[in-house]
């Protein structure tokens, strides 16, 4: 098991720095330039040529992905050009923000999915399997901000019952789990759980049914055990693959929940990406990418541990 680990962990090396290659030179290769956040069209040259220089923009890309890479182990990711404040002291505070929204989604995604997956799944062919399947289809087909924007309108505009931005009336900074709080929380929570608990619905839906067809389960029935340890046996064999699935979704809903954090105005990693892209504040977008990338592969790192936790055989594969 400890060899499992460290070999998890060196393979874990490797990858994240291949994310900050991609994390840097993507981003230089899209159009646009930096200094137009903070410089008129009409700026002199030696202006423009000065911010370059104070920036580390006049240097090759070589050389500045290697000073960037340089600072960013050290917890420096850079000042952005269009606020002039820390790249890490904004980064941190947004990612605190979609960790406590993708938290909640995950949450309710994963309960509900499994739920729904495991009743499919002893029901195969009933009504609530034909259910269960209808709501998974539907929450994986329906985009995110459109979701959104339904479910604003219809319970912040129409019937007046949530609100319908933002993280609170004194922002995220005075965020307090409290009842008037936490229903800025609502909605986007809502509409981010969708997807993964259609995910996981028909994941766990799947497993389940296979697994009333082992001979193992048929072996425990014939030994007179009850149900509820049946299932017991079952959710320990369908755990593994569950539990990689739901680490996969969380992932995404850090990294993919941009236009949500939009739509809802919630100040997280999405809200700030959006920004960063339309001010072209390259050492922002860098920093924002890099922080998600690398909980990406924390997160894929931490799944991988805990799987042969629950099934030791994954550790001598």
């Not at 990711?77 to 947004?94: D, H, K, M, P, Q």
Request: aromatic letters at 8%.
């Amino acid at each position: 098991m400890i060899f499992y680990i460290l070999r998890r962990l060196l393979y874990a090396v490797p990858i994240a720095l291949g994310v900050t290659l991609v994390a840097f030179f993507l981003v230089h290769l899209a159009p646009g330039d930096a200094l137009n956040a903070i410089a008129p069209a009409d700026a002199p040259a030696d202006v423009i040529e000065a911010l370059k220089s104070a920036y580390g923009l006049d240097r090759p890309l070589p050389v500045q992905y290697g000073l960037w890479l340089w600072r960013a182990v050290q917890g420096d990711l850079g000042t952005s050009i269009a606020s002039g404040r820390a790249v890490a002291g904004e980064v941190l505070g947004a990612v605190g923000n979609t960790l406590m929204l993708a938290g909640v989604a995950s949450l309710v995604g994963v309960l509900v999915g499994c739920v729904l997956g495991a009743v499919a799944g002893y029901k195969s062919g009933s009504a609530l399997d034909r259910v269960a399947t209808v709501l998974s289809v539907v929450g994986v087909s329906i985009p995110h901000y459109w979701l959104g924007l339904v479910l604003t309108i219809v319970f912040s505009i129409t019937l007046g019952w949530l609100p319908a931005m933002g993280a609170g009336s004194d922002g995220s900074a005075a965020w307090v789990w409290d009842w008037p709080h936490l229903q800025y929380l609502v909605l986007p929570a809502a509409t981010l759980s969708v997807i993964p608990m259609g995910i996981i619905t028909r994941t766990v839906r799947a497993l389940v049914s296979e697994m009333l067809n082992k001979e193992f389960v048929v072996a425990l029935r014939a030994r007179g055990l009850g149900e509820v340890a049946v299932f017991r046996h079952i959710a320990k064999n369908v755990a593994p693959t569950v539990l990689a699935v739901a680490g996969l979704q969380v992932g995404y809903l850090m990294g993919g929940s941009i236009l949500v954090e939009t739509v809802f105005a919630w100040p997280g990693t999405g809200f700030l990406l959006n920004t960063a892209i339309f001010q072209r504040d390259l050492p922002l977008l860098q920093g924002t990418i890099l922080v998600l990338c690398m909980f990406f592969v924390a997160l894929n790192l931490v799944v991988d541990i805990l799987q042969p936790l629950i099934d030791p055989r994954m550790a001598r594969a």
